[in-house]
């Protein structure tokens, strides 16, 4: 099973709001990943969890708030975006992050965000 | 350094007929090679990938063709089908880092 599940599907905020993405794996990965992806664009790294702790934070706002509860979960806190945060945000796993050859990346079908 | 590049931005072929994405990259670092094919609305999907090791991979109607000496690599969708209409994206990583992905490919097959 190389299942990424993402919820909600689709989120609609406005910009005084607080809301959180979560993502799941079951596959026992230790390395998890938030992108965003804009429309017609590539995914853009945000944050990377190795081993349930913070290991790369790509310069993101603070209002998007990163939360690895166990190794199991992910969690996208928001608050206070803004309209062109708007945005498909993706979670992805893999099998290792810190040191080793990079494994691949399994992606979650994402959560639509519109910000109002 | 760290930049993909990939080639063509947009791609239209007929039913049947060979579809071809190249990419490019500078950094030697990089050791690891998957093509991803996304779907609207979806998340990314890996489809196939490789390593600097080997020349060719093949799995099924997809072919990965890696050129070390001159950084390229390239995917052939052989019998191209409607179905295979997505955005396709090649990416890169370097020993024990992250992927950096190439802008995309939006790939039409005329049924």
């Known amino acids: 099973d190389t299942e990424v599940t993402q919820t909600p599907k689709h989120l609609v905020m406005g910009m005084t709001n607080k809301k959180s993405l979560k993502c799941e794996q079951h596959?026992?990965?230790?390395?998890m990943y938030w992108y965003k992806q804009k429309a017609k664009k590539p995914p853009e790294l945000m944050f990377v969890?190795?081993?349930?702790?913070?290991?790369i934070n790509e310069s993101v706002p603070s209002r998007f708030s990163p939360e690895c509860p166990n190794s199991s979960l992910l969690n996208l806190h928001l608050h206070a975006l803004q309209p062109e945060d708007s945005a498909l945000y993706l979670c992805?796993?893999?099998?290792?992050?810190?040191?080793?050859?990079?494994?691949?990346?399994?992606f979650g079908p994402g959560t639509r965000l519109l910000v109002l | 350094q760290q930049q993909v590049k990939q080639s063509p931005q947009s791609l239209i072929v007929q039913k049947g007929g060979i579809s071809i994405i190249n990419c490019a990259y500078e950094n030697t670092a990089f050791d690891y090679f998957p093509w991803y094919q996304q779907f609207p609305g979806k998340g990314p999907a890996l489809l196939i990938a490789?390593?600097?090791?080997?020349s060719e991979k093949k799995e099924g109607r997809f072919t990965i063709s890696f050129n070390k000496s001159a950084k390229q690599f390239s995917l052939h969708i052989m019998d191209s089908q409607p179905g295979d209409s997505a955005t396709y994206f090649c990416a890169a990583s370097p020993y024990g880092q992250n992927f950096v992905f190439g802008p995309g490919t939006r790939l039409s097959v005329l049924p």
């Open positions: 992805a796993s893999s099998q290792t992050q810190r040191g080793g050859q990079q494994e691949t990346q399994y």
């Open positions: 969890y190795s081993y349930e702790k913070l290991s």
């Open positions: 490789i390593r600097p090791d080997v």
């Open positions: 596959m026992g990965h230790r390395a």
